[in-house]
């Protein structure tokens, strides 16, 4: 018999980065068109065609919303080509992360894509989420959701052994966001701010590189998720709360089955067992850089990353054109 474990051994992960690439390069050819729901429309044809030649009996548990608001890769879709026979797996995606980014060109639009043993991932609502997280390294516990931005940051700096204000803090650059941000900018911290692509952000604080210590702020729950596959895989700490602004939404949660609303959930709840994390570049950021037409032929850089194993594989691919 062929479990999960077996198949996430032997096939999925590179096959994993097939898929984002094709979700990729589909949504490249629309970068800076200004046309969001294009792009975001071939990326998601791409995945979903791409998903279907896998031999697995695959269900989208986060996708891009419920059947009734997503015509395909939504939650509760069986894809794969072995449906009732093959190896139960939990997919959590984002055909085009960042499809505002994509419109206008700018850095980090990913295409992104985590794998789990049936029940691996949370069944997240398509609603906000309060988020923080840091890359490996640090004692645990640093971060806390019930403390302050100030407290959080003090923590940190101390186990880092810095001072808060050489703390950087990465969040989105919205209106909900403003108190925070003064609070922060008021103990002295550097603030990066992005303008969407919150998995990318979340995952920056893993990379030395990006100089970026800590995530903070509200985002989508469902991206949370797909952060906490790759935080699983290369090590860090998220904590998240779901953010309810109606009754809808939080009638749409107890649909989904989650019982407690004000539940902070740790990493390993959002991301358990083994899992894949895979992402490609649709356009240039600081995890990946997108994809390139040159010569007659495309470019793709991608990452796939394995929580069993702790492995990161960088995978450069060229690609013929036409």
Known sequence: MTTASNVLDRVLVLEMVRVTEAAAIAASSLVGRGDEKAADHVAVEAMREALNSLYMDGTVVIGEGERDEAP????????????????????????????????????????????????????????????????????EGVIDLAKSPTENVTALAAAKGVEPHEIIVCVLDRPRHEKMIAELRAIGCGIVLIGDGDVAGVIATTNPDTTIDIYMGSGGAPEGVLACAALRCVGGQFKGRLVFRNDDERARARKWGIEDLDKIYDLTELAKGDCI?????????????????????????SVVMRASSGTVRWVKGEHRLG
């Open 72 to 139: 395909m890769l939504y939650i509760g879709e069986k894809v794969g080509s072995a449906i009732g026979t093959g190896p139960k797996i939990d997919i959590a995606l984002d055909p085009l992360e960042g499809t505002t980014i994509c419109a206008k060109a700018g850095p980090n639009a990913l295409a992104v894509l985590a794998v789990a043993e049936h029940g691996g991932l949370l069944n997240a609502p398509d609603v906000y989420m309060d988020k923080i997280a840091v890359g490996p390294g640090y004692p």
């Open 277 to 301: 994390f895979a992402a490609t570049g649709v356009t240039d950021g600081s995890l990946l850089e997108g994809v390139k037409r040159v010569r007659g032929k495309m470019t793709t850089e």
